[in-house]
């Protein structure tokens, strides 16, 4: 199979200047920021929608339809991003998300087409997730310089949480106002914001130089595509390993720090308000981290950090089962913020970082399959064991797995020493 040589250092797509002084950059994280708050807006309308429409149940199966074609297809959209160009499969997967939800806001409008158009339009953002979220994680090595990639993923990270802060009383807002056809509507503005935005952001000469959009071709197809980046992955002594350990920190963390949280919550009587404290806890932790590396750029010694910061996360996350009220809980809710949006961060870099250009968008696909495709299909078995056995119990094993994770990180030499570029 032939592919696309790597990008020679020296003709990166980079500028000299620092990610957060750079216009292209700063336009990439404004269209990342429009469509991630329209993401939420989204999120808001649909849960309302589905709510209206249906019973409790019901609502919840077309809450988790997007999460069956994201985890079946998600690895597809890595050979996608790879064969078409990032910022091109971008462009195309946010103007669909723009369209899908602007015929729903009409629909609403015009009839009461029910919970068949809600799970409908699930499926199609699960779809067009599995696309867009490898070519997200691949397109920053595309448009600034590996130096700065840490720094990119701390203004990722801080767009992130404004998107968390601002989507959904704008969502809520919208409801308010004209209920779910309304807020579909204005998800469906947000996205198209970012199209011009995408748009203009120009990747380096030297990726624009490769097969149209920054194609990897091979003849064999997608199948022959998607088997030589499993491949270069398992082969590789860094990405390999780091794999493994984003898939144990995933699987550990997102079902109790989502599932779980509500239960534990509901468990010791703090209430709506209370669980509020312990989430704004955790966005304060991750924000500071993704000011931490937006402001240093680089974090010395990143695979030890890194491997370090997943286990103590878990220890963490362990202790918010055991904690007496919600002022300790907010205030350990704060720590496991700050090291899980270190790690992650770090993740990102390094996948971005150790990756050949030719196979980035496949690598951003494995590594995004555990935390939004695999991970979120173990909600029901979080809160089916969480009624067995109790939250400390499920806190701690899952505490246990991200402590895997994390040792995993410290026995690989490869992973441990891994280094961000100057």
Known sequence: MTVTPAIPESDAPASERPAHRDPNVLRWLGAYASSAIGDNVYYIALSWAAVQAGTPSQAGLVMAASAVPRALLMLGGGVVADRFGPRRVLIGSNGARCAAVLAAAVLLLVSSPGLWLLALLALVFGVVDAVLMPALGALPARITGRGQLARVQGMRGLASRLANVVGAPLGGLGVALGGAAAAFGLAALLFAASLPLLTAVRIGSAAAAKAPGGAVKAPGGAASDLRAGLSYIRGHP?????????????????????????????????????????????????????????????????????SVTIAAGAVSIGALAYVPNVA???????????????????????????SDPAYIGRVSSVSNLFSLGVAPLTFPLTGAAVALWGTAVVFTGSAVVCVLGGVLGLCSRALRGAELPE
């Open 238 to 306: 860094v990405l390999a390993r780091l794999m493994l350990v984003i898939a144990l920190s995933d699987l550990g963390f997102v079902g109790p720090m989502n599932v779980g949280l509500t239960l534990l919550a509901d468990e010791r009587g703090w209430g709506a308000s209370g669980m509020g404290w312990v989430l704004a806890g955790f966005g304060a932790g991750a924000g500071a981290a993704s000011l931490l590396l937006t402001a240093r750029g680089r974090v010395p010694r990143a695979g030890l950090v890194l």
């Open 328 to 354: 300790a809980a907010a205030a350990v809710a704060v720590g496991i913020g700050l090291l899980a949006g270190l790690s992650g961060a770090l993740c990102g870099a390094l996948v971005q970082t150790d």
